[in-house]
């Protein structure tokens, strides 16, 4: 894992396979398939539900400060404890918990690299057994969505902006248009199929290998720096509703160390059915 | 958030199904996904080296495989979900059990937005609703292709 810029915020399997009784850390699978925890996941490991536990129910947005106090209690994490996510298809999931995480500030976040599959290939042991642990104590600040997050009207000024870049870490099929949704999913509702004026198409999952473990950083470099998506820009990556470019947020950020990566969530679904606003073919 | 109705003419093993999940709350319908995942048999021996002639549902995220036998009983589905996809096979397995012996009749009467009544909605992402009303509709295809051999 060297030449990372942060390489400390990816730990490999045989980490987790040590630290599964270390009580200053906490592993955590958030992914895709709702049931895949259930069916058996890592000793102690608990289970981030992305759809019951990091959105909010009514308003589309993520929960808010006293409710991400009470789901940090709720799991045994404290302020100081090391989170370690890791999950389903590459990690996808796992790296959009983290980036949850990283809206309330949580200090220390790793991503298990290879997520579940590896995990599995390897053959290290899974459980249905849910751990209990004693209520974490967590004091979270407000929400900060400005340094990591991008909305809508944000998105516009962005792309009227010089020194600035995009990345449509979706398919190439939903980048042209072809597609309204990704190759093998069902179509989620967007109005229009196109991509934000601007912005460059750098699938998400260029950034694994086959395992699921991360390139390395000079092939991460070379992916994205030869798509103009430097260090030096503003760079806003953005998806379908902002799971897979969180992926892209975390290899800009932790592994490449560029200083200003922000996720646009609203992503492709607000983007392309939204009212007033420019696409691109 | 209340279920919607359950609609009428469903399989009587689909209804008891659908009422098994309606009365369960968010945590015990995932429970009972994963029981139903659990419990989904193997394809039998004929199919399991011949995925090439079942039936492929596209549109599902993952590798979805189905066939129908038609016995004097009534239909028997034989659907293969990948172990990695567990909220698949659970639904997948739930059909099944739901529509053995059912008529390709029956089968074709049951509305496509028939798992509102479960409250699945409540559990699954929209993303995942969609891909597992897919299901039935190709289940649906295999019933209407056994109807018009039994009336020539």
């Known amino acids: 894992m060297s030449g990372y810029a942060h390489p400390e915020a990816l730990v490999d399997t045989a980490w987790v396979a040590d630290h599964l009784d270390d009580p200053k850390v906490r592993i955590a699978e958030c992914d895709e398939d709702i049931l895949l925890y259930d069916q058996g996941h890592i000793p102690g490991a608990v289970k981030i539900d992305w759809v019951g536990e990091l959105n909010d129910p009514i308003v589309r947005d993520y929960l808010d400060r006293e409710r991400f106090e009470q789901l940090m209690v709720s799991k045994g994490i404290s302020n100081d404890t090391t989170v370690v996510f890791y999950g389903d298809k590459h990690n996808w999931w796992a790296t959009y918990a983290l980036w949850v995480f990283k809206l ?169 059915n939204a009212v007033g606003l420019p696409i691109e073919k | 958030m209340p279920a919607s109705e359950i609609p009428p003419g469903l399989p009587p093993r689909l209804r008891a199904i659908v009422e098994e999940f309606r009365a369960a709350d968010r945590a015990e319908k995932l429970e009972l996904l994963l029981d139903y995942s659990d419990r989904l048999p193997p394809l039998p021996e004929e199919w399991r080296s011949n995925r090439a002639a079942m039936e492929q549902v596209h549109e599902c995220a993952t590798p979805v495989y189905a066939t129908v036998e038609s016995r004097e009983g009534g239909l028997t589905f034989h659907i293969d979900v990948a172990e990695e996809s567990p909220t698949v096979r659970g639904y997948a397995a739930l059909l099944r059990e739901g529509l053995e012996g059912a008529t390709p009749e029956m089968v074709l009467a049951i509305p496509g937005d028939f798992f509102y009544a479960m409250g699945l909605q409540h559990v699954l992402s929209p993303q995942r609703l969609n891909g597992i009303s897919y299901l039935l509709a190709y289940l649906k295809r295999l019933a209407a292709r056994e109807l018009a051999k039994q009336s020539p």
Not at chain 1, 137 to 142: G, K, N, T, V
Not at chain 1, 191 to 203: D, E, S, W
């Open chain 1, 104 to 272: 309330f500030g949580h200090p220390d976040v790793r991503i298990m690299n290879g997520g579940r599959a590896k995990w599995i290939a390897e053959g290290r042991p899974l459980t249905r057994t849910v751990p209990s642990y004693p209520p974490g104590e967590y004091h979270a600040p407000e929400r900060n969505d400005a340094a990591i997050r991008a909305f809508r009207d944000q998105v516009l000024a962005h792309i009227r902006q010089p020194g600035t870049a995009l990345v449509d870490v979706r398919s190439p099929q939903e980048y042209t248009g072809e597609r309204l949704h990704m190759p093998e999913y069902p179509q989620e509702g967007a109005l229009r199929g196109g991509h934000i004026p601007t912005a460059v198409n750098i699938p998400w999952a260029s950034a694994v290998r086959e395992d699921s473990t991360f390139k390395s950083a000079d092939e991460l470099r070379e992916l994205y720096v030869s798509k103009g998506i430097t260090p030096d820009k503003d760079v806003i990556a953005y998806c379908r509703i902002g799971e897979r470019s969180s992926h892209t947020w975390f290899v800009l950020t932790y592994l490449l160390g560029y200083p200003k990566v922000r996720n646009y969530d609203g992503s492709w679904t607000e983007w392309g």
